[in-house]
T-cell receptor, first 112, second 114 residues
Framework: SQKIEQNSEALNIQEGKTATLTCNYTNYSPAYLQWYRQDPGRGPVFLLLIRENEKEKRKERLKVTFDTTLKQSLFHITASQPADSATYLC???????????FGKGTMLLVSP | DTGVSQDPRHKITKRGQNVTFRCDPI?????LYWYRQTLGQGPEFLTYFQNEAQLEKSRLLSDRFSAERPKGSFSTLEIQRTEQGDSAMYLC????????????FGSGTRLTVV
């Protein structure tokens, strides 16, 4: 079966460090992968999309990589701040209908 | 446009009652999605519309669930004969057909079935 795996344990880091979150998927070859941020009690917010032919994408302090051989995406936040504390979700179109399947998300906690 | 609006924000209902949620998407978006999210899980896909046509439904969507999008504008999600297992956050999202822009989610409707 198709699966998306994100580290279920919370990631605790100190302010100013780089946070790296992992998204692994199985039994599928997506054309693109998306990352979202979700704060408690709110809906997810779209951050970045990376396509299968792109190795890396950047947006301000965010960087996403996509390795289709390893079936893995890495999400980096450089110079992390306490305001970056949230749950980060990766999502793929596994249906072929342009509807997203989400991972469970990884909670990031940035301490001052 | 103030984004995707969902109403109500919270709903507490007794088991066996029917509930209806409303979603008002971003007006320029032609796609509308319903997801369900429980604690510690990612959003789970329920159904999606392109304009007024319902194009895909998840197997999670039992016959107690029905969604409509009349005239391709707002959408409603109805749950009949609610069960305690229906307690969750129900999220609506809208998007353009081009995936490059991602989904815009509403803040959700928190349903508690007692």
């Amino acid at each position: 079966s198709q699966k998306i795996e994100q580290n279920s344990e919370a990631l605790n880091i100190q302010e100013g460090k780089t946070a790296t979150l992992t998204c692994n998927y199985t039994n599928y070859s997506p054309a693109y992968l998306q990352w979202y941020r979700q704060d408690p009690g709110r809906g997810p917010v779209f951050l970045l999309l990376i396509r299968e032919n792109e190795k890396e994408k950047r947006k301000e302090r965010l960087k996403v990589t996509f390795d289709t051989t390893l079936k893995q995406s890495l999400f980096h936040i450089t110079a992390s701040q306490p305001a970056d504390s949230a749950t980060y979700l990766c999502a793929l179109d596994m249906s072929g209908y342009s509807t997203l399947t989400f991972g469970k998300g990884t909670m990031l906690l940035v301490s001052p | 446009d103030t984004g995707v609006s969902q109403d109500p924000r919270h709903k507490i209902t007794k088991r066996g009652q029917n509930v209806t949620f409303r979603c008002d998407p971003i007006s320029e978006h032609n796609r509308l999605y319903w997801y369900r999210q429980t604690l510690g899980q990612g959003p789970e896909f329920l159904t999606y519309f392109q304009n007024e046509a319902q194009l895909e439904k998840s197997r999670l969507l039992s016959d107690r669930f029905s969604a409509e999008r009349p005239k391709g504008s707002f959408s409603t999600l109805e749950i009949q004969r609610t069960e305690q297992g229906d307690s969750a956050m129900y999220l609506c999202a809208s998007s353009f057909s081009n995936e490059a822009y991602g989904y815009t989610f509403g803040s959700g409707t928190r349903l508690t079935v007692v």
